[in-house]
Nanobody, 116 residues
């Protein structure tokens, strides 16, 4: 499987918004729970949000009420709308399947930097 391609990151001031996109190929993205993950240097990659094939969502406590995950199965794309961004949201964001045994190789990710 080819790794997903994440985009939409950037530098934004606290309180700002960004919309991340993840384009993936094959059947994994269409039929599996997909997630967005965040990683900072020297830290583990943590789940930020995930979404089932049917659209049920789950969020880390730190982003509830501010981030919204969505997917378009016809376009094999997963999105993450991030509002009211905080400096602690800074990191490299990756998307991948939520279940490790179904994952793609990890992509390059997209850098999000929130300045205070």
């Amino acid at each position: 499987q080819v790794q997903p391609v994440e985009s939409g990151g950037g530098l934004v001031q606290a309180g700002g918004s960004l919309r991340l996109s993840c384009a993936a190929s094959g059947i994994i993205v269409r039929f599996n729970t997909m997630g967005w993950y965040r990683q900072n240097p020297g830290k583990q990659r943590d789940l930020v949000a995930d979404i089932t094939r049917g659209g049920s969502t789950n969020y880390a406590e730190s982003v509830k009420g501010r981030f919204t995950i969505s997917r378009d199965n016809t376009k094999s794309t997963v999105y993450l709308q991030m509002n009211n961004l905080k400096p602690e949201d800074t990191g490299v964001y990756y998307c991948n399947a939520a279940v490790p045994s179904t994952r793609y190789p990890w992509g390059q990710g997209t850098q999000v930097t929130v300045s205070s």
